[in-house]
C-alpha cells in the first residue's frame, strides 16, 4: 500500500512565523503535489512537483514556497504565516496511472 | 466555467442500498482520467476509483463502479450496498491531457449520509 505522511496533523502558529510543512511517500512516486481545502471553496493547487529539486506553480501559490531536495520528501513552506492561510493542507503523491495518494491532512491554524 | 460539476450537495441513503452520486465535466481533450474520492470526517482523501477515456469498460471496484458515458461527459459513481462507514463526502476529479504534466480539478463535492 501507498503510504504519504505529514509531518503534523494540528498544527498553530502566530502571524509572522515561518510554518514547515512536511510530506513524505514511499513508492518512490515523480509526481507530488500540495494543496488546501476550505469550505465552499474545494480543494485547490497550491505547487507540485515532478522530480527533485523541480516544481511548478498551482493555482494559489501566493505566500506559499516549496521545496524537494529528495524524491521522497516534499515540503510546503509559508515565509510569513498570515490568518488567511489558515486551512487544511493536504499533500498527495502521483501513481503510474495518474491517481493521486493524499496523506491524512494538516489542519493549520494561524493567530 | 466549471470543468467538473457535482450537483448534489448533499444525499441520504438507506444502509444496504445502492446509491449514485452524479459527476458531470467539461474538456476538450481527447486523453483525459476521472477519479473518484471519498473523504471522511477525518479529513483523509482516499482514492476509489479510475476511468481513462479510451477506457470502454466501465471501471469497477468492489463496491464501487464508475458508469462513463462520454457523450454525455458523465462519470457517476455507484456504491452498491452501502454501509454506514461509507458516510463521507465524495469528490469527482479530472486530470486532462494524461502525461502531460497537467493538474487534478475537483468538482465540490456531495456528502453522502448512510442511515441505518
Known amino acids: 500500500d501507498v503510504k504519504v505522511t505529514q509531518s503534523s496533523r494540528y498544527l498553530v502558529k502566530r502571524t509572522g512565523e515561518k510554518v514547515f510543512l512536511e510530506c513524505v511517500q514511499d513508492?518512490?512516486?515523480?509526481?507530488m503535489f500540495w494543496y488546501r481545502q476550505d469550505p465552499g471553496l474545494g480543494l485547490r493547487l497550491i505547487y507540485f512537483?515532478?522530480?527533485?529539486?523541480?516544481?511548478e506553480k498551482g493555482d494559489i501559490p501566493e505566500g506559499y514556497s516549496v521545496s524537494r531536495e529528495k524524491k521522497e520528501r516534499f515540503s510546503l513552506i509559508l515565509e510569513s504565516a498570515s490568518t488567511n492561510q489558515t486551512s487544511m493542507y493536504l499533500c498527495?503523491?502521483?501513481?503510474?496511472?495518474?491517481?493521486?495518494?493524499f496523506g491524512p491532512g494538516t489542519r493549520l491554524t494561524v493567530t | 466555467a466549471q470543468k467538473i460539476t457535482q450537483t448534489q450537495p448533499g444525499m441520504f441513503v438507506q444502509e444496504k442500498e445502492a446509491v449514485t452520486l452524479d459527476c458531470t465535466y467539461d474538456?476538450?481533450?481527447?486523453?483525459?482520467?476521472l477519479f473518484w474520492y471519498k473523504q471522511p470526517s477525518s479529513g483523509e482523501m482516499i482514492f476509489l476509483i479510475y476511468?481513462?477515456?479510451?477506457?470502454?469498460q466501465n471501471a469497477t471496484e468492489g463496491r464501487y463502479s464508475l458508469n462513463f458515458q462520454k457523450a454525455r461527459k458523465s462519470a457517476n459513481l455507484v456504491i452498491s450496498a452501502s454501509q454506514l462507514g461509507d458516510s463521507a463526502m465524495y469528490f469527482c476529479?479530472?486530470?486532462?491531457?494524461?502525461?502531460?504534466?497537467?493538474?487534478?480539478?475537483f468538482g465540490g463535492g456531495t456528502r453522502l449520509m448512510v442511515k441505518p
Open positions: 513508492m518512490d512516486h515523480e509526481n
Open positions: 476529479a479530472m486530470r486532462e491531457r494524461l502525461g502531460a504534466g497537467n493538474m487534478l480539478t
Open positions: 512537483s515532478y522530480d527533485v529539486k523541480m516544481k
Open positions: 476511468q481513462g477515456s479510451y477506457d470502454e
Open positions: 474538456t476538450s481533450d481527447q486523453s483525459y482520467g
Open positions: 498527495a503523491s502521483e501513481g503510474y496511472s495518474y491517481e493521486q495518494y
